[in-house]
């Protein structure tokens, strides 16, 4: 599998000592607003990153997840869709939402409106990985792990085809993998 790995671009020590940052950052915002939010992770490229940043949390927050589908192979196509839906309601919740990376913008531009129109009170967004030169819908994400050139990557939750997922490290993927 690490075969497939043209470049390591993050190793897991820059992204846990990135992840103590964040949480840090986002504790003392939320602190500020005396809220207690709950967390919810887009599944399913969430999940690694979700779990470094909770457990650093010492503020009171809930836990949840959504899986919402946007993207086939390695181009996003656009439209939305709600495959799994939370459990817990967000009316009148202040929403942290978790993701692996903005790319065109587009799945965090209708996971924020979807939340506003369901009556939550407030929508951040953290992503661990943020691809600004492939931006299509004016987005940003009120949290950033790291900024990362316009390529395909892979691991630390991030798939191609629903693999590399595992892996403990942020990679390039070589093209012919995919080509
Ligand atoms: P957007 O709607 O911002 O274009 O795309 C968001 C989703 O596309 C991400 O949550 C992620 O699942 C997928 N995506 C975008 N860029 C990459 C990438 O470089 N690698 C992988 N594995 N997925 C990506
Ligand atoms: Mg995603
Ligand atoms: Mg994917």
């Not at 953290?126 to 004016?138: A, F, I, W």
């Not at 990362?148 to 990557?153: A, G, I, L, Q």
Request: net charge negative.
């Amino acid at each position: 599998m690490s075969d497939d790995i043209l470049k390591v671009l993050l190793n897991e020590e820059q992204i846990e000592k990135r992840c103590i940052e964040l949480a840090e950052q986002i504790e003392s915002d939320y602190e500020k607003l005396h809220a207690v939010p709950i967390v919810v992770g887009l599944l399913k490229g969430s999940v690694p990153f979700m779990a470094e940043l909770i457990k650093r949390f010492t503020f009171d927050c809930e836990i949840d997840f959504m899986s919402v589908s946007s993207y086939d192979g390695t181009e996003s196509i656009g439209d939305v869709r709600i495959e799994k839906d939370m459990d817990i309601s967000c009316r009148g919740r202040h929403i942290l939402v978790v993701e692996d990376i903005v790319d065109t913008g587009r799945t965090l531009r209708e996971v924020k409106q979807m939340f506003m129109n369901k009556g939550a009170t407030d929508v951040k967004i953290v992503s661990l990985l943020d691809k600004p030169e492939r931006r299509v819908v004016d987005i940003k994400a009120d949290y950033v792990g790291y900024t990362v050139p316009n390529e395909f990557v892979v691991g630390y939750g991030l798939d191609y085809n629903q693999k590399y997922r595992n892996l403990p490290f942020i990679g390039i993927l070589k093209p012919e993998i995919y080509e």
